[in-house]
């Protein structure tokens, strides 16, 4: 191999490697979506596995054999929502939850457009307009579990209908986790069997107070069938990182030549001296 293929080779794997470096190739980047961020931080991604963590028999149960009723409770540990502590949470039989007020409309709002009732910070798990049987397991069930520090709590709509009938049962759940203050949506069944399947009449996001205006609000869908079964989201907030604007800049094409070059004349240099070697 003479040294002038040697030296193209090795610019050409060079130039690959820097155009990964600077995200211009992404050799096997994975097709799930992410969104975000949000005016406040928050991204979202379904680029996880699937986590579901039944708690139907030992959770504490309300909202059995009701329609448009909340109950709240207290969360066990201080959650940071959109810059404030919240230690208590109210949930509806409609898939919605809220912090620091109550809303009961069955009626789903698109979040990047319209205050829901009551202006609130909120969490839309799978914000329809649902209801439970007075039999069986169908019921809203709630419960803090973890150790200090590494809790989680977790609220699941087990077994909903939808109003005024659906032909199957939907379950689906939210985490709410101490610390990190991710928040994880998993859904283990949303095939109601009509309309209302896999999210069709429902909204998804996260919001804050007035955040169709502040940019405070980061919608995963609305009215659209794009939920699946076995499928977990997570919302996460990431804190601004400032760079230096020096460091941080991409390098201008001459700068790629001259690294380029810069390296042939070093991997040139090194095999002629090599070569002087094995003459001598």
Known sequence: MTTATVVKKLSMATVGA???????????????????????????TDDIHFTFEDISTTGTSVLAGTDDTLSSANIGFD????????????????????????????????????????NHPSIAVLWDDWKFSSSGNSAVYYQTLGQTGNRR????????????????????????FEGSNDIL??????????????????????RDI?????????QW????????DSQSIRFSYYSPVIKDSQSSRVPEPASLVGLLALAACSTSSSLLKRQHQINT
């Open 185 to 206: 949506l998993s859904y283990l069944d949303v095939d109601a069997g009509n309309n209302k399947s896999f999210g069709g009449n429902a909204t998804v996001g996260i």
């Open 18 to 44: 820097m155009f990964i470096a600077l995200g211009i190739l992404n050799p096997g980047q994975a097709k799930a979506a992410t969104i975000g961020s949000d005016s406040f931080g928050y991204k979202a």
């Open 221 to 228: 869908s609305f009215d659209s069938p794009v939920i699946k």
């Open 153 to 176: 709590f977790i609220t699941q709509w087990n077994a909903a209908l939808g109003y005024p009938t659906s032909p199957s049962p939907v379950t689906f759940q939210s985490v709410l």
């Open 79 to 118: 959650f940071h929502f959109y810059g404030i502590n919240y230690n208590n949470v109210s949930f509806t039989a409609n898939g919605l939850l809220t912090f620091a007020g109550t809303n009961v409309l069955f009626t789903n709002k698109n979040l990047t457009t319209t205050a829901p009732l009551g």
């Open 210 to 218: 007035d955040g169709q205006l502040n940019g405070r609000n980061l």
